[in-house]
């Protein structure tokens, strides 16, 4: 920690957010009883207890999680870096079939995430399932290396997706059942970090892969996949054996560890994967019948067309003319400035309970971003925009799952249906968006297109505030008025702990 960072006001400040959040915390003790394991722990020592186990939780689940999520990112985005490398006069694929070779891998990976969701809130081990998911589809992407025609690419792409479909919704509400408002916009901040870190050095690992090219008779794009698979294979295998479980089973945490850590999400959004006996059948019908989630999903769709940037980043680089290697280490540091900027945005986010403002900031910055991109030619003025396309297009994403989390929190098996939703049938915009990025180096479609959707994200997210602050309204009104709430997804239990519909 810098040396600024130990100045008493600095500590004074920590310890009094900490205190805040054991007093709220207790606050909701009249509903949710304590354990006896700590029900005679002073604040300060539940303070102490609650530092020592978030360190724990951190110091384990976010390094795992952080690295199967590069591997996963850069397993998947692999293919759209050996495009400068040969691999469509390789596979005699046009620019139309490479395109469709890029969105095939969504035709798996959009219909599982739901079923995969809803299966992992039954799992008796959920990080065990995570990890043998990673080395499944690291097995496949090794086998890419083996294609030799773009059937058999297109095969290979869609078993990737299928494989793949567990991990992203699956760790999203995998983290929801360990952290609590005030520490959960962070970890996806975190994620999100990891998935940039794999697109800045996913560059930099495919352009030394490549130049393995014709090592022992085998060309440089076929060795990418290789290298790739195999570590990712390696991983999930070695994090199998130490990824936790949920908190109340996980062997991480000491026994009053365990209790404390559920006792302290349930007084925030009542009871949850510990005590909570609601069927996934049910959990995935709340889901489907609330218009909020619909909204985030429609939201998401817009978020996902607008990220098609990341899909095929080295191809907008390479309109700046430099050859293969310079474009693959040019898409570097744009994502490493994605990486910092969600650090510090989510810390705010989490610290002011803000989400909306942050969205709209986003969504304005973004306008300007495409329409400077789209409107000039000037080497310095094009790459100063394409700095900006990973984080104008991932923020609105972070904001959704940490809406989605906080204000769907319960029951549990709605939550991870819903998060299985937003970024499955947001997804399918993935289906198209890869279709237009033609017309270089305008691409006055494809820009156009991104323009449309983050204008369609501003009125979806504005409408969604207007209906969470009427609910709000609602939740501190008559006990009738209280109970119209429940129409929308509030539970009886949370209306007894006060709780509100936050960041909007």
Not at 460 to 471: D, E, G, P, Q, S
Request: net charge positive.
């Amino acid at each position: 920690m810098p040396k600024e960072d130990l100045t008493p006001s600095h500590v004074s400040a920590v310890d009094a957010d900490l205190n805040k959040d054991v007093a709220d915390y207790t606050n909701g003790e009249h509903v949710i009883p304590k354990p006896e394991s700590f029900r005679d722990m002073s604040p300060e020592e539940l303070q102490k207890l609650e530092k020592k186990m978030v360190r724990k939780m951190d110091a384990v689940i976010l390094p795992i999680m952080g690295v199967l999520y590069i591997l996963n990112y850069v397993d998947r985005n692999a293919l759209a870096a050996t495009k400068v490398y040969g691999i469509m006069d390789d596979l005699n694929m046009n620019t139309q079939q490479f395109a469709t070779v890029i969105a095939i891998l969504f035709v798996g990976y959009i219909p599982f995430q739901i079923p995969s969701n809803m299966l992992m809130t039954k799992v008796t081990r959920p990080g065990l399932y995570l990890c043998l998911a990673a080395t499944v589809w690291g097995a496949i992407s090794t086998c890419t290396a083996a294609v030799n025609t773009y059937e058999a690419m297109l095969g290979v792409r869609i078993l990737l997706g299928i494989t793949e479909a567990a991990f992203f919704p699956g760790i999203l509400y995998y983290l929801s059942a360990w952290y609590t408002k005030k520490e959960i916009g962070k970890r996806y901040a975190a994620l999100f970090m990891f998935q940039m870190v794999g697109s800045a050095f996913g560059g930099f690992i495919a352009a030394a892969c490549l130049t393995l090219e014709g090592a022992h008779g085998i060309r440089g794009w076929r060795w990418l996949f290789i290298v790739e698979g195999a570590a990712t294979v390696g991983c999930g295998l070695i994090f199998a054996c130490i990824m936790p479980e949920f908190p109340h089973k996980a062997r991480l945490l000491k026994p009053v560890e365990r209790d404390y850590a559920v006792w302290r999400l349930e007084v925030e959004a009542g009871v949850g994967e510990a005590h909570e006996d609601v069927s996934t059948r049910k959990g995935f019908a709340l889901a489907f019948k609330d218009g909020k989630i619909w909204a985030l999903v429609a939201a998401n769709f817009a978020t996902q067309s607008v990220g098609s940037t990341n899909n095929l980043f080295p191809s907008i680089v390479s309109t700046l003319g430099y050859n293969s290697t310079n474009t693959l280490l040019l898409t570097a540091p744009p994502f490493v400035l994605a990486a910092i900027i969600f650090w510090f945005t989510m810390a705010y986010s989490d610290k002011a309970n803000v989400i909306y403002p942050i969205l709209m900031a986003n969504c304005g910055w973004g306008l300007l971003v495409y329409i400077v991109a789209a409107a000039t030619t000037n080497t310095g003025a094009r790459y100063f925009t394409m700095m900006f396309m990973p984080t104008v297009c991932t923020i609105p994403q972070i904001m959704y799952y940490k809406t989605v989390n906080l204000h769907m929190a319960r029951p549990f098996p709605k939550r991870a249906a819903g998060v299985a939703m937003i970024n499955a049938i947001g997804g399918l915009a993935n289906l198209y968006s890869s279709y237009l990025w033609y017309s270089a180096p305008h691409f006055y479609v494809a820009f156009g297109v991104l323009l449309g959707m983050m204008c369609a994200i501003i009125v979806i997210m504005t409408a969604y505030r207007f209906h969470v602050l009427k609910l709000n309204k609602l939740l501190d009104g008559t006990h009738e008025q209280q109970q119209m709430t429940k129409k929308a997804g509030v539970t009886q239990q949370q209306i007894d702990l006060g709780w509100r519909f936050i960041g909007y």
